[in-house]
């Protein structure tokens, strides 16, 4: 009988093949004194460690581009940052070794994340995978990483740091298997960008003896440990079913009945254009801005260098819908000159909006650089502000945009639930909705989305979470405004049509889920997708929600 095993699914996809486990090693260096004399050199040795991470980090971001370059450029500038080094200097000085102090700094740096209530602890992961690298090199040993094989495989890892996702080769890494990390997490998100199917969040997955065959559902987050020739044989015939389906859906996104709902896709800067181009994306329903202001923690961008950004962005879909997200900085993504350094609570602090406001002539010059980067295009630009908590802020977001005089509409982010609760009102401020489902359900049910432990509560599928997606589509559609989807929920075939359902009036994903949305919604009237929805809303939890949406759209 074929053991089969259940994760979180993050990646849509099957993967056989045979296991082959991340290297580890232990990086702890001996705690060991050194002459005083010798200290300039320890400090002059960490110095040159920490600047070849960093550079070595920007040059896989490079490679890797979108959204990768993005998370791995951060990964450099927590390498280089000021305090981090200023204590390991002075435990140089003190006597220990390069490698030591490193490996203590990063340690109580650690140590203070982790009594922020484990807030950031995606922070944490990329925290130490950034002194795994400068210890390494310092002790003059091989990085762990992914392994040498001729054969392609099936990879598995405790957790995966970005740096190691954002470059594996897919005609090797047949798909990958996480046991810790959840659906928004960095690995999941590069995965979906990669196009490999992975399952994350399994325990006990680093128990699966190297070289054992195990089959891998994306879509299912199933593992089957060595599976049969009838049970490959039935997963392959399903994978190549979903193959012909993508490759018969063309053309706009719509229900079987002709009820249109547009396809967009998340960018994180132009180097994700051309596979949302290739994709068939109809536009861009979120494009992240941070990218810019990654390149240098300690001072924003220029006006000029936003505009040629925005622009090449914007030049890729004439007479498209393109959704800017202004700066979302704070909890996960401190910037020096923006977000304060001594926040007990980041996540639930001053970020997104709340940090513009602190800070409007950061605001006013990207939306002026937004104004004149659409001048003369035919596009459609519409602009939104994140973590949106009420009227009040949709409003100074709204006088905002007037005052810089841009031409566009303006729309308010759904990632706190007293902005779904209270959705009608924000729209007597904006023009539209964006609901970003990552956020949604961390602030819902207090469990943080970088967290594996609490996965099942960031879950998509969670009634408590669709209950709020149909009060903000609700509002919207009495207010006769637009109410859609950024977030990972829209990239799940399934969810997608729940979502539409519920009144949700358009969907934005990584450019690699659109083909499968596309084609699942293809299949179904909106009256399934509205039934769908309410036998999921109607269900207790997120695995009864989905059973009950399948359930309704089989027919059963």
């Known amino acids: 009988m074929v053991t089969t095993l259940r994760g979180v699914g993050v990646s849509h996809g099957v993967a056989i093949g045979e296991v082959r486990h991340m290297g580890t090693a232990v990086l702890e260096p001996p705690a060991k004194q050194i002459p005083a004399e010798d200290a300039d050199r320890e400090q002059g040795r960490a110095r040159q460690a920490v600047d070849a991470v960093a550079a070595d980090l920007n040059a896989r971001g490079n490679l890797a581009g979108g959204e990768a370059q993005a998370v791995l450029e951060a990964q450099a500038m927590m390498a280089q940052d000021p305090e981090l080094m200023a204590d390991v200097d002075r435990r140089i000085a003190v006597g220990s070794t390069a490698e030591r102090a490193v490996y203590d700094a990063f340690a109580a740096y650690r140590a203070l994340l982790a009594g922020a209530g484990e807030y950031l602890a995606g922070r944490v992961a990329d925290l130490d995978d950034v002194r795994n690298r400068i210890v390494a090199r310092l002790l003059g040993v091989p990085m762990p990483g992914v392994p040498d094989s001729d054969e392609p495989y099936v990879l598995i890892a405790r957790d995966l740091a970005p740096a190691d996702t954002a470059l594996l080769d897919p005609t090797l890494v047949l798909g990958f298997v996480t046991e810790e990390g959840g659906p928004t997490s960095h690995s999941a998100i590069l995965a979906r960008a990669l196009g490999v199917p992975a399952v994350v969040a399994l325990p006990g997955a680093g128990e699966l003896a190297e070289g054992t065959v195990i089959a891998v559902d994306g879509s299912t987050g199933e593992i089957f440990v060595e599976p049969s020739a009838e049970k490959k044989a039935e997963l392959r015939a399903a994978a190549a079913e979903r193959k012909a389906a993508l490759a018969a859906s063309t053309g706009p996104g719509a229900t079987s009945d002709g009820h249109k709902v547009p396809l967009l896709a998340n960018v994180g800067g132009p180097a994700d254009v051309p596979a949302a181009v290739e994709a068939g994306a109809e536009g861009v329903g979120l494009f992240r801005t941070e990218f810019l202001f990654l390149d240098d923690s300690k001072n924003a961008p220029s006006e000029a260098k936003q505009i040629e950004a925005y ?68 596009v459609h630009l519409e602009v939104m502000a994140p973590m949106v908590a009420d009227r009040a802020d949709a409003k100074a977001f709204a006088d905002a945009c007037r005052e810089a005089g841009l031409r566009a509409k303006f729309g308010a982010m759904v990632e706190i639930p007293s902005a779904a609760l209270r959705a009608r009102s ?28 609490v996965s099942r509560l960031q879950d998509p599928w969670q009634p408590a979470l669709l209950d709020l997606v149909a009060l903000s589509a609700e509002a919207a559609r009495a207010e006769g405004k637009s109410c859609g989807v950024c977030g990972e929920a829209a990239s799940d075939p399934l969810l997608a ?30 009256a399934q997708c509205e039934r769908a929805a309410t036998a999921a809303r109607a269900a207790d939890s997120a695995d009864e929600a989905r059973d009950a949406a399948q359930a309704v759209l089989s027919g059963e």
């Open 426 to 453: 924000i729209l007597r401020e904006v023009e539209f909705l964006s609901l970003g489902t990552n956020d949604l359900a961390q602030y819902t049910f207090a469990a943080d989305r970088q967290v594996g432990a």
């Open 497 to 526: 049509c729940v979502l539409i359902g519920l009144g949700v009036t358009s969907l934005s994903m990584g450019a690699a889920s659109i083909p499968y949305v596309r084609a699942s919604l293809a299949k179904y009237t909106l």
């Open 311 to 378: 622009r090449q962005v914007l030049e890729a879909f004439p007479e498209g819908r393109v959704v800017v997200r202004v700066l979302d900085a704070g909890a996960d993504k401190p910037l020096d000159f923006l977000t304060p350094a001594d926040e007990p609570n980041p996540a639930l602090g001053v970020r997104g909006l709340r940090t513009l406001l602190d800070h409007p002539d950061v605001l006013r010059t990207q939306l002026t650089a937004l104004a004149k980067a659409a001048e003369g295009l035919p």
